[in-house]
C-alpha cells in the first residue's frame, strides 16, 4: 500500500562541512527545471558552473531549520545557538564531484522510478 504520509514526511539527509545533518525538502518545480536544463541544453562552462551553484545552493537552504553553536568564547560560555546560513560561496569551496554526487543523490531519492532526461 502506498502511505502518502510518509512519502510526503520523508527528507534527504545529508552532513554539511560543520557536520550538521541537514534535512532537505523536496524540490520544487523551478529546481526540476534547472535540473533537467544543466542536463539538455548546450551551454558554456561558465553559465553551467553559475547553474551548478544556484541550483545547489537553493537546495541547501530548502531544509529544516538547524541550530549551531555560536562561534567565539563567551558564546560558548553562555551555550548560544545560532541558526546556520549557507552562502553560495561556501558552496564554491566544494569539489565539483562532490557537488555532482549531492545533486544526483538529491533528485535520485525524490524520483526513485522517474527516468531523468528521457
Known amino acids: 500500500m502506498l502511505d502518502l504520509q510518509k512519502a510526503s514526511t520523508e527528507l534527504y539527509e545529508v552532513k554539511w562541512l560543520d557536520g550538521s545533518i541537514l ?20 551551454m558554456d562552462e561558465k553559465t553551467a558552473q553559475t547553474l551548478l551553484y544556484n541550483l545547489l545552493f ?5 531544509r529544516e531549520p538547524v541550530t ?3 562561534k567565539g568564547f563567551f558564546h560558548k560560555l553562555t551555550k548560544k545557538k545560532e541558526l546556520l546560513e549557507i552562502t553560495e560561496s561556501e558552496i564554491e569551496k566544494i569539489p565539483y564531484d562532490i557537488l555532482f554526487e ?4 538529491y533528485f535520485d531519492y525524490y524520483y526513485k522510478n522517474l527516468k531523468m532526461g528521457e
Do not use: G, H, Y
Request: glycine content about 0%.
Open 102 to 105: 549531492v545533486l544526483k543523490e
Open 68 to 70: 549551531i553553536e555560536k
Open 23 to 42: 534535512k532537505l525538502q523536496k524540490p520544487t518545480r523551478a529546481m526540476e527545471l534547472s535540473f533537467f536544463d544543466m542536463q539538455n541544453k548546450e
Open 58 to 62: 537553493r537546495i541547501f537552504n530548502r
